[in-house]
């Protein structure tokens, strides 16, 4: 067992690096004159057997991916964030004295780690960050405590040192998620707070619903579902590769009967998931209304999904932007910056560990 770096704090300027089933995302950014800078990025293609519900099957596939993406952002560090998937990670609140100070607290934890964890302590990677005093006893405070199984950031740390990177923080993505919300909150109602939000990232092959209220997290579920579904359709209806499919998605010069006949039944597929996804949190959450949904992932990009969506659960609906407000250095394109941008949340969350 061993403490990794969910919730270090970092001064020197970190990639942040997200870690897909079809992607490996690379992003770059700097602080100037009190605005965010996106320096450099890339999205590189990764093999479709690499990364299997955001597990790394084929470690040295997805380190040689990040070599690429390395090599073509021109990023000019190596220090790196990089995220596990939420559902590999248990997060428990629990008190602990307060007259602890960090290394006794990380001393504690670890003895009573086996409490709270329901794996082999020895396979387990921990971390925690001091919340608050609690409400009845000021001589206890709230910590949460992160665990992961050690296989899941050993994957992930190997396949950065592979692709030429230092990985200085492993975070949970559901954190990182909520981390890039600042970034988007200006087209929130009231900025998120005193407000439950919805993120809906809909990726390749994976589903991720991420609700939080006052800007934090009080609920993410996954499911199986994403835009591969329609690649295949596509490659099955057309006759292509995979590949061929992949490019015809992103690019077009597919027949006229594309969009009635596959596009818009994956729409409504996606219509009725997120619809799904909501009932989910409504029955097992106190809360019965969202205030506002946002779409994140590679599947926000399909054209008038945002409206479809809005109509079919029937609450206000934007796309994720978190680069609206920031400038960009010129090495990075525009147009293909705002294309990419909303599956590129939590990478930007990563990349804003530099500045905590």
Same mark, same amino acid.
């Given at each position: ?26 992003l770059e950014l700097s602080e100037q004159n009190n605005r ?40 000019? #560090? ?23 100070? !960090? ?5 504690? &934890? ?24 609690? !409400? ?40 990182? =998620? ?18 439950? &939000?919805?993120? &809906? ?28 579904? =329609?690649?295949? !359709?596509?490659? $099955? ?23 009635? !006949? ?30 506002? =949904? ?22 206000? #609906? ?9 400038? $960009? ?28």
């Open positions: 067992m061993g403490l990794v770096d969910i919730f270090k704090r970092k001064k020197s300027t970190l990639l942040g690096l997200d870690i897909s089933s079809s992607s490996v995302k690379l965010y800078q996106v320096e450099s990025y890339t999205v590189e293609p990764i093999s479709p057997t690499a990364v299997v519900e955001k597990a790394i099957i084929d470690i040295e596939s997805v380190g040689e991916t990040i070599r690429k993406a390395l090599k073509r952002s021109g990023a000019k #560090t190596t220090d790196t964030a990089v995220a596990v998937a939420g559902s590999s990670v248990i997060t428990k609140i629990i008190s602990m004295p307060a007259t602890l100070n !960090e290394e006794e607290l990380a001393s504690q &934890i670890e003895l009573e780690a086996d409490q709270y964890i329901p794996y082999p302590i020895e396979e387990v990677a921990l971390d925690f960050e001091i919340l608050s005093s609690t !409400e009845k006893n000021s001589e206890l405070v709230y910590v949460l405590l992160a665990a992961c199984r050690s296989e899941n950031v050993d994957a992930r740390v190997a396949a950065v040192e592979l692709g030429g990177l230092k990985p200085s923080i492993v975070d949970v993505e559901a954190y990182a =998620l909520e981390n890039a919300v600042s970034m988007i909150s200006s087209h929130l109602p009231d900025r998120g707070y005193g407000n439950t &939000i919805a993120i &809906i990232d809909i990726g390749a092959t994976m589903t991720t619903l991420t609700v939080l209220h006052d800007q934090k997290i009080i609920y993410t579920r996954e499911q199986v579902f994403g835009g591969r579904q =329609l690649t295949e !359709e596509i490659q $099955r209806r057309f006759g292509l590769s995979y590949e061929e499919a992949g490019e015809a998605k992103r690019h077009g010069g597919l027949p006229d009967n594309y969009i009635p !006949e596959v596009l818009d039944p994956f729409k409504k597929a996606m219509a009725q998931q997120v619809s799904r996804s909501l009932q989910f949190f409504f029955s097992s959450s106190q809360h019965n209304t969202i205030d506002h =949904l946002v779409i994140a992932g590679g599947c926000a990009v399909v054209h008038g999904v945002d409206e479809l969506i809005s109509a079919h659960v029937g609450i206000p #609906t934007s796309i994720a932007n978190p680069f609206a407000s920031m400038t $960009r250095s010129k090495k990075v394109n525009a147009k293909a910056l705002s294309d990419d941008a909303s599956a590129l949340m939590i990478a930007c969350g990563l990349a804003l560990r530099s500045f905590d």
